[in-house]
């Protein structure tokens, strides 16, 4: 079982950066996709961004150009780096990993962009 945990996240003005880690609690010895889910109040949760096995990275078109996707091995973590927030970008934001037939979900963490 794969615990992932979030951090970095909370309260920025409009234009700021934030830095998102998900740890993950063990190595994982098979290929394993990352990826970055976001869930405002109200809405649905929705696809953020993605790092395959290979290091393909993928974008929602909402945020290309401003946050950037990246992985550790060595230390089981992935991030992103968001940059020039926006309110829009207010949301819960949740890492997951996929690959060995599994899904692991993290808790989630809040990143709150006030205008």
């Given amino acids: 079982q794969v615990q992932l945990r979030e951090s970095g996240g909370g309260s920025v003005q409009a234009g700021g950066s934030l830095r998102l880690s998900c740890a993950a609690s063990t190595y994982t010895y098979c290929n394993y996709d990352m990826s970055w889910f976001r869930q405002a109040p109200g809405k649905e949760r929705e696809f ?63 990143v709150t962009v006030s205008s």
């Fill in 48 to 110: 953020v961004s993605g790092i395959d096995s290979d290091g393909k990275t993928s974008y929602a078109d909402s945020v290309k150009g401003r946050f950037t996707i990246s992985q550790d091995n060595a230390k089981s973590t992935t991030y992103l780096q968001m940059n020039s927030l926006e309110p829009e970008d207010t949301a819960m934001y949740y890492c997951l990993q996929l690959g060995c037939g599994n899904n692991y979900w993290g808790q989630g963490i809040q």
